[in-house]
């Protein structure tokens, strides 16, 4: 996962309208959007909501002048385990539903059912609509604006501060991460290579870890007591200088917000 | 086993986050009394570097892979299953938010599977079978898979309360998964609290009384 940081980092500071709204805003924008989505009942409801938000986000993705095959890769990297347990329901009976009508059977007895597949597909979608939300916010908005935006949202402080350390050096230890990668395949080593025995494998694989988390921990030694000399305390990150978030941007969350508890709620009332 | 959005409902969720955000204000507490709050820098640091750690693809059987969680390592290492808690809290954070790894409703849970269940399982279970005569990497390995395994069924168990995976067939499927992930879990933290030990015998001061003079049975 580490080894796409400095993609996604890449794309976050490029130069869009969306880009350069307050990462306030599209912090409320996203996390918005993901609870609306998660409180609507699993249902069929959940069907043209889908379409609604991928109309609105069609909008918004369009606006931050990224490619659409950032969002098809970033939407790929996420989905191993929500696929799998996506797919797997389709063979079992869903508490949602009360009778169950047989759609084929396979040997073994094992049946697909229409109700499941159903299911299958109003969980993909509200995956899909909430996932959809994360990949705009992380890709238009850097991480050390995420942080600040976050800090001036009311993240304790505490938090703050262990977040941008973390933030740091998480790109000094994708570097690491890749220069030990190549490095190892420098001198032939493969992790997956069925010609070395599996212990040395086990072995190296293990050493070259722990020499990654003992580099980690004296970097932070190294760190914690460098900023200690230069004055650190436990208030540091308190001084961030307070920025009204202008009055446009503000009307953008408001309607954004609108549109998350209309949208439900009209297709509740007038189903199409 | 990071469950994403959608697959628990809003409320189910929200009962997960209180329950993590007790055990994050206890792990701040632990890192304020035992680290002083001072040095909660290294921890970060730490955080980022388990993030790398993560990243390593390691050769299960069967031709599948697997990664290396860490928490039990964390927790070993550290001394406290709140080094756990920390740690995987940040990582968390940072998956959920950035990458879209987990999700924004359901980080509370994984926090509670992979940083609660799985910092204390993880440390109690290292204690527990060190106290009980075992050796220190035999003792790492099995807590670290134990806490794999423990995480993954807890995971099962929140999925068939949310009704979004029935409870036998994903207490097997998880399990078995886990069980055969865990063994390489448990393996290389072994060998990395071995490869800690040789090289920086201080950081385990507690554990180890000096290997090179024969203390440790192996």
New interface residues.
């Given amino acids: 996962m580490i080894e796409h940081l400095g993609t996604i980092e890449q794309d976050a500071h490029r130069d869009s309208p969306v880009h350069r709204l307050d990462a306030r805003v599209k912090i409320v924008i996203a996390f918005a959007a993901i609870i609306a989505m998660v409180a609507v009942p699993y249902s069929t409801l959940v069907i043209p909501l889908f379409a609604g938000y991928l109309l609105v986000y069609a909008v918004w993705w369009g606006l931050s002048r990224l490619p659409l095959s950032t969002l098809l890769w970033r939407y790929l990297l996420t989905l191993p385990f929500g696929l799998f347990i996506i797919i797997f329901q389709i063979f079992f009976e869903n508490p949602y539903y009360d009778t169950f009508t047989p759609l084929f059977a396979l040997p073994l007895g094992i049946t697909v059912y229409v109700q499941s597949v159903e299911f299958a597909s109003i969980l993909a979608m509200k995956f899909t609509a909430c996932i959809i939300w994360i990949i705009l916010l992380s890709s238009t908005t850097p991480m050390e604006e995420l942080l600040k935006g976050g800090r001036r949202l009311g993240l304790p402080s505490v938090m703050a501060l262990s977040l941008g350390m973390m933030i740091r050096y998480l790109f000094v230890f994708a570097d690491m991460f890749a220069n030990i990668n190549r490095a190892l395949a420098l001198r032939h080593f493969a992790a997956f290579d069925r010609a070395l025995p599996y212990r040395y494998r086990l072995t190296t694989l293990a050493y070259a870890i722990g020499s990654l988390f003992l580099r980690s921990y004296e970097q932070g030694e190294r760190t914690y007591i460098c900023m200690q000399c230069r004055g650190y305390g436990k208030r540091t990150y308190e001084a961030l200088p307070k920025r009204p978030v202008p009055s446009r941007q503000l009307g953008v969350v408001a309607v954004m917000l609108a549109i998350f508890v209309a949208l439900p709620v009209m297709l509740y009332i007038a189903p199409f | 086993?990071?469950?994403?959005?959608?697959?628990i409902?809003?409320w189910q969720?929200a009962i997960y986050w209180i329950v993590a955000l007790i055990f994050i204000a206890l792990a701040?507490r632990w890192?304020k009394n035992e680290l002083s709050?001072?040095?909660?820098?290294?921890?970060?640091?730490?955080?980022?570097?388990?993030?790398?750690?993560?990243?390593?693809?390691?050769?299960v059987a069967m031709?599948t892979?697997g990664h290396?969680v860490g928490g039990a390592?964390a927790a070993i290492?550290l001394g406290s299953p709140y080094a756990a808690v920390?740690i995987l809290t940040?990582v968390l954070?940072?998956?959920?938010?950035?990458?879209?790894?987990g999700?924004?409703?359901t980080m509370g849970v994984n926090i509670l599977n992979m940083g609660v269940i799985g910092g204390f399982v993880g440390y109690y279970g290292y204690t527990g079978l060190k106290s009980a005569g075992a050796n220190i990497y035999l003792s790492a390995g099995i807590a670290a898979w134990c806490a794999c395994f423990v995480a993954s069924l807890a995971a099962a168990v929140e999925?068939a309360v949310a009704?979004?995976?029935?409870l036998v067939?994903g207490l097997i499927?998880m399990g078995t998964y886990h069980a055969a992930i865990g063994i390489?879990e448990g393996?290389?933290t072994g060998?990395?609290i071995?490869?800690?030990v040789t090289?920086?015998p201080d950081?385990l001061a507690e554990e180890v009384q000096q290997p090179s003079a024969g203390g440790v049975s192996a």
Avoid: C, W
Wanted: proline residues 8%.
């Fill in positions: 086993m990071h469950i994403p959005d959608a697959f409902p809003l969720s701040l890192a709050e001072d040095k909660i820098p290294l921890i970060a640091v730490l955080a980022a570097g388990i993030f790398a750690i993560q990243a390593f693809n390691l050769p031709g892979s290396l390592l290492v920390f940040l954070i940072i998956q959920g938010i950035i990458f879209g790894d999700g924004i409703t999925m009704g979004t995976f029935p067939p499927a390489i393996i290389i060998a990395i071995y490869f800690l090289s920086r950081l």
